[in-house]
């Protein structure tokens, strides 16, 4: 398989395909007598992974959990996606209470909301 046509399927370059290799998310590459790269359908599904990935979880965890995969740590793998998850979930937790509470500030200051309404504090 050529890596131009993984990089046209997944809407990236060729040079991030080989960034991906290089940076160890995939498994080693086999070339051929000329140089080329030699990529097989299980390549194609990390990079698939790795670009799914990426919006949510960001690079630096990617290159810390593909590693695992490769080598077989798939537990641990699975681990760090869970703490992963954990977190932003608490920080999507902070955001929505932080908007509410914003909200709540400009419906008093415009007195859309009497300021003796307001819950108490926590």
């Known amino acids: 398989m050529r890596g131009i046509d993984i990089a046209k ?5 060729t040079s991030a395909l080989r960034h991906y290799e290089s940076w160890g998310l995939v498994p080693k590459v086999e070339r051929e ?4 790269r030699i990529y097989t359908v299980e390549h194609e599904a990390y990079f698939q992974c790795i670009r799914a990935l990426l ?20 537990t641990e793998a699975l681990w760090l996606v869970n703490q992963a998850q954990v977190k932003l979930h608490t920080e999507k ?3 929505q209470k932080t908007a509410e509470v914003l909200e ?5 200051e415009i007195g859309v909301v009497p300021a003796k309404l307001t819950p108490p504090a926590k």
């Not at 399927?9 to 370059?13: H, R, T």
């Open 9 to 13: 399927k997944l809407n990236i370059s």
């Open 33 to 36: 007598k000329n140089g080329y």
């Open 55 to 74: 919006p949510g979880f960001g690079m630096e965890l990617i290159k810390e959990l593909m590693p695992l995969i490769i080598r077989g740590n798939k």
């Open 93 to 95: 937790e902070t955001v």
């Open 104 to 108: 709540l500030n400009e419906l008093m």
